[in-house]
């Protein structure tokens, strides 16, 4: 990580500014904004790590979260395992 991403990180003002022009959903920036920092902080304030999050929807809307993603394989293999269980 590069010292300018490194400010981006440490800055919040900046992270929310620089989110919000990727982003163009002030919906959606505080979801963002604070899952960066929590990664940000699990590397100790020096580089990106991962740290797990959680979302209910995807825990229990499975196939239905993977289809509001539009990702269309990930629903059909999570269709294709529930079937086979069933």
Do not use: H
């Not at 163009?24 to 505080?30: A, G, M, V």
């Not at 979302?55 to 289809?67: I, R, V």
Request: with cysteine; glycine share 4%; proline share 1%.
């Amino acid at each position: 990580m590069n010292e300018y991403q490194k400010e981006v990180f440490s800055n919040l003002i900046l992270l929310r500014e620089k989110l919000e022009i990727y982003l163009q959903t002030p919906k959606k920036l505080e979801i963002y904004a604070e899952s960066f920092e929590k990664f940000f902080e699990a590397g100790n304030c020096n580089e990106i790590k991962f740290k797990a999050t959680w979302s209910c929807w995807a825990f229990f809307g499975g196939y239905f979260f993977f289809l509001y993603r539009k990702d269309y394989k990930k629903a059909l293999i999570f269709s294709v395992i529930l079937y086979a269980v069933i």
